[in-house]
């Protein structure tokens, strides 16, 4: 199969893995993109240029994208807590 990089069409999404944590994922990042202003504005950023449900993925790999960073870095995360 031949794989241009930015399509991942004729390929099914990976049903494996935990599936009560990635149900505690989505159901976190559903929450976040309502009330967490960073993660509302990439929410809102991403369905322009996804679905509903692949927005809202990436919202909920991005927590595990920052502790990756963080890790990898030896750094502590930026973010300001919300009033």
Known sequence: MRRSGISIRGEL????????????????????????SASKAYYQKKPAQEKHNAAAICVARRPCDVIHSMLRHGTLNEDTPEA
Do not use: E, Y
């Not at 999404?13 to 967490?36: D, E, V, Y």
């Open 13 to 36: 999404p990976a049903r494996s893995g935990n599936k009560q944590l990635k149900n505690a994922m989505f159901t976190s990042a559903w929450i976040a993109s309502c009330r967490h």
